[in-house]
């Protein structure tokens, strides 16, 4: 079945430490994207890619990074600048970036807790 | 700055109640309104609303835009418990390449 997979589920690390989320899809997705969600605020954008070799950043870009060599992939790394780690991460695709009606398909999401 | 407003961000009914539940938008070059549903983990898509006025129907739940006022609305008529999720709001613009989403409203359906 088509889908996105976020892995893992459920991630505890200690202040200071990189982590890397995956998130692979295989529904033919050029466009990919990051979102962050903490309770009562909605998902806020990290980071998307709109075509391989390529992303931008989105509104809560710092202290989080991305690659996106394969189509299919597009893992996020919070990294020991980020200050307020622990949320729940959900990554989304769509159709394409430019088909700007599409709607988005997500993952299930990794929630990471920082002790 | 594009932003989207949705209202109220909690509600607890009872079981067979009907709720409306808001979302207004400034967007830029608005293209497209879509409603999520998240229960747990994974928000699904419910509906994306493109025209004025249409209505759009699934089952007990319907949503409307109105592009003048800048404002759609999603009901959901009798209310069962496994209708309690957060409804997200996201809005699409022609310029950008990213949904922009409300904050969400949590509803809690009491049998």
């Keep these: 079945d088509g889908g996105i997979t976020q892995s893992p589920k459920y991630l505890f690390r200690k202040e200071g430490q990189n982590v890397t989320l995956s998130c692979e899809q295989n529904l ?6 990051w979102y962050r969600q903490d309770p009562g605020q909605g998902l806020r954008l990290i980071y998307y890619s709109q075509i391989v070799n390529d992303f ?3 509104d809560i870009a710092e202290g989080y990074s991305v690659s996106r060599e394969k189509k299919e992939s597009f893992p996020l790394t919070v990294t020991s600048a980020q200050k307020n780690p622990t949320a729940f991460y959900l990554c989304a695709s769509r159709t394409s970036g430019r088909i700007v009606s599409g709607e988005l398909f997500f993952g299930e999401g990794s929630r990471l807790t920082v002790l | 700055e594009d932003k989207v407003v949705q209202s109220p961000l909690s509600l607890v009914v009872h079981e067979g109640d009907t709720v409306t539940l808001n979302c207004s938008y400034e967007v830029t070059n608005f293209r497209s309104l879509l409603w999520y549903k998240q229960e747990k983990k994974a928000p699904t898509f419910l509906f994306m609303l493109t025209s004025s006025g249409i209505e759009k129907k699934s089952g007990r739940l319907s949503s409307i835009l109105d592009k003048k006022e800048l404002f759609s609305i ?3 008529t009798a209310t069962q ?16 390449y990213a949904l922009n989403f409300g904050k969400g409203t949590s509803l809690l359906v009491t049998p």
């Design chain 1, 56 to 58: 931008q950043k989105g």
């Design chain 2, 74 to 76: 999603l009901n959901i």
């Design chain 1, 28 to 33: 033919n997705h050029d466009a990919m994207y």
């Design chain 2, 81 to 96: 418990t496994g209708d309690s999720a957060i409804y997200l709001c996201a809005a699409n613009s022609n310029s950008g």
